[in-house]
């Protein structure tokens, strides 16, 4: 119950945090990374954004593709919610791009891959961790691969291996406190 409580928190203090953010002019707001969908962006991104976003694109991985970028931004927002991953890889890298301007103190983003039934074990386990170690457990079996935490203008990335998630069905999310309600998604193998 108590990390429940702690938890729960930490979602209210992040959202905080995010609201104190000033508006942005909309020719901003309607940057590409700005790319999701109306009902999940933020209320003053989605007042912002336009039509056209309301199909988030998919992250595809073409066969002799084995690597995307994945945007995140300010409203916390990823540019996707499915990255398709060619079983022909060897290797599959994804690049986590933070377009935003905010420090990751205060909207710092991840990328953490789990099965999907793991994911809300390793989201409570990572605020738990704390910022230090990037909101993710240490050595911790269930995550098959995460991204360091970044801030505005920064980029970082991870490396899997198609076969390792050919036995289920796997998720992505920043843990970061408050974050992996709206920026989550599938990871979904291709031929």
Request: hydrophobic share 45%; proline share 5%.
């Amino acid at each position: 119950m108590k990390a429940y409580l702690a938890l729960i928190s930490a979602a209210v203090i992040g959202l905080a945090a995010c609201s104190q953010e000033p508006a942005k002019p909309a020719a901003e707001a309607s940057a590409p990374a700005a790319e999701a969908t109306a009902s999940e962006a933020a209320p003053a991104a989605s007042e912002a954004a336009p039509a056209e976003a309301s199909a988030a694109p998919a992250a595809e991985a073409a066969t002799g593709n084995c690597a995307v970028t994945v945007e995140s931004n300010d409203a916390m927002q990823y540019n996707t919610k499915d990255i398709q991953i060619s079983k022909a890889c060897k290797e599959f890298t994804i690049t986590l791009k933070h377009t935003g301007t905010q420090p990751k103190t205060s909207m710092g983003h991840n990328l953490v891959i789990t099965k999907a039934e793991d994911m809300d074990g390793v989201f409570a386990d990572g605020v738990s961790a704390g910022p230090d170690a990037d909101y993710v457990k240490a050595d911790d079996a269930r995550v098959v691969a995460h991204t360091k935490l970044i801030g505005g203008g920064e980029e970082a990335s991870l490396t899997v291996d198609p076969a390792k998630l050919a036995d289920g069905s796997y998720k992505f999310a920043c843990t970061f406190p408050g974050h992996a309600a709206l920026m989550n998604g599938t990871i979904t193998l291709v031929d």
